[in-house]
């Protein structure tokens, strides 16, 4: 996601000022994404440069709001209507992790799936914690809530896929070679029943 | 063949620890022993500072009434039972007059906020509603310890959420909760979570760190 969009987002509800905007920002996404008064104001200078708002005039304090314009809401209507593309960068790294710790000598595999996972569930445990707390106040702190949560577990079922997937190539070598086949490029047969066990 | 080694665990009054590891890994034993439903071939198990295999049978069928309840994957409720009496059978067994255990079970229920099902039977009941009436029967009278296996899993993930949130609940008022799983997402509500392989602890997270920490690191 980019922030000029949150931005103009954000602007559709009415104009507002730089200062404004980033705290509502903040509000929104609960503070998961912090954006520092710099990126804001760089983005409405592009945002404005590009037609997507316009400036107002000052106010008393010296604050300048800004109006999203028509072209800027046509391009936050797309926006919302666009599925997002792309990757999650960490869970890549992570892919990237294993398929290396699996081809590079004298790496403990398991060892890495292990403290990957312990590493996953204490951010669960964190998470759940926070949305017990949170406690059906604000549902937008807790749709991003649940997007951690869902992301969380949704790693660890692969680590137990990957680590099955390891343990049966370990009692049974006749496969080809482990040097063959990333786990993460493996597919998800049997994911359900690993995570069952 | 040991089904666990090495295995050492406490669980504190106002804890919730989650034992999580592969099917064989030694979690539904650790449990079992933890409960008294087994007794360990070698070690010690002390519930509230009472040795489990310095009991008697009959010592320790009791202990397991008072101290102890259980939670099953699939309620054990008894079909021809109202929820709530149901609920009153473990004080009854133990030795309460009808009328006080029923007084007790009908307080339970109130307290973890389902006395609308007291009167219901098993069978008109669903599968999230009958695992909330087998919490009340496992922790009514004021057993202190809960010992949880596979709770959720054979509710839909919404009605699990809420079983796991009364279990936590329990918990954060004073009990100390042992909570098998294969679900992280289940797991995610424990204070500890226990990682155990081929019978022994492998891993243990440790307690929580402050909730701000996390977020400052996204």
Redesign the interface.
Known sequence: MSVKHGLLALLERGPAYGYQLRAAFEESTGATWPLNIGQVYTTLTRLERDHLVRALPENQQGQRPYAISDAGRAALAVWFSTPVAGTDRPRDELAIKLALALTTPGVDISGVVQAQRMATIRALQEYTRMKNQSDNADTAWLLILESMIFRAEAEVRWLDHCEASLVREARNPVSPPAQATAPAAETGIDAHESSRS | MHALRDASLEVEPGELVAI?G???SGKSTLLNLAGGLDLATSGDVLVEGTRLNSLSRKQLARLRRRAIGYVFQDFNLIPSLTAVENVALPLELDGSSVRAARQAATRCLVDLGISGLADRFPETMSGGQQQRVAIARAVVGDRRLILADEPTGALDSQTGEAVL?LL?GRCDAGAAGLLVT????H?????R?V?LRDGAI??A??P??A?ES??GA?
């Not at chain 2, 797991?187 to 204070?191: M, Q, R, Y």
Request: proline share 7%.
């Open positions: 999580m592969p099917s064989g949130k936590r294969h679900d992280a997402r797991a995610g509500w424990a204070d979570v990682f492998v891993d997270s440790s929580l760190p909730a996390l977020l996204r």
